[in-house]
């Protein structure tokens, strides 16, 4: 039977939970889903005909702008549950806001406000059993919008859809996590795409990323596509380094992501009284740090790799590796704002939206 909410999505639930068949002890990031998702279409200019139904394949066009162009941006968040069974997101009017920052770099209309917190709440209060509780665990959530128009001429499309998809996760990276600082390929230049989350942003990182696996890095870190010289981001997070009690990272810019983690880690070291630097980090700069003992520790910050500490970097055919430190920011960060995310700990900064 179809339920219509007060915000007008259409409910149509799945007769019988999959739930019972997830081993949720040993989830591959991304790779399981729940049972409902939501989509809305965008035609004869207006969002319509929000529906939450059975996770499930869509039929679309072979021609649909999307699969020719690469028309499509997407969003990265997580709900936590407490112990008590409430349902927390982190700062999800950030995503919000950024999704449609994406959206309007990719000529893609924005999403109004009120539809996206209403399908977030309905779709995680229906799904609720797949937020499992503890440290650790959480949903992860893909909103994200696609160009559905049939059509190859090499223009906007003029109908999109947009869904939210639910993934059980836990920890993105397990095990060490090394990385290779990129000296030839890019991941974005000025007055690109690179700041949106943009669908080809991430595609374009396979093959790179692909060497960098052969060579035993999990991850390369991006450098500036002029020079190389310069550190920015890792693709699946923003990078900070530790060069004796300082923290530092690149500036936001046209070619690195506004990361939600990213900024939260800079307000939590603020109101700790950690110095902060944010500038650009040059490469010499590291490898100078590493070899005078006072480079500390470098870690990624993003939704999905939370925050993930390096053990190894490599530049050319050099491997360097970082000390093991038993009071490390990284642990430290981790722990604070997973404490916001679980309802653990005060939330000075409202960054906790209960659903
Ligand atoms: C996220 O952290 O949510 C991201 O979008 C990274 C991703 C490519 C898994």
Redesign the pocket.
Known sequence: MNITTPSKITVRKIPSSRINEVNFNSLQ??SVFSDHMFSCDFKEGRWQDPIIQPFGPLTISPAAKVFHYGQAV????KAYKDDNGGIFLFRPEQNFKRINKSAKRMAIPEFPKELFFDALNEILQLDSEWIKPGIGNSL?IRPFVIATQAGVSASPSTEYKFMILLSPAQA?YTGDVKVVFSEHYSRAADGGVGFA?AAGN?GAQFYPTNLAREKGFQQVIWTDSHSHEFLEEA???NIFFRINDTLITAPTSDRILDGVTRKSVLKLAETLNIPTEVRRVKVSEIKEAHKNGTLMEIFGA????VISPISTFGHGEKIFDLPVLEESYATMFKSKLMDIQYNRSEDPFGWRYRV
Do not use: H, I, N, V
């Open positions: 990031f991304g997407f969003e990265g968040m992860y993105y989350k991430y693709g699946t997070m993003g939704t999905a790799a």
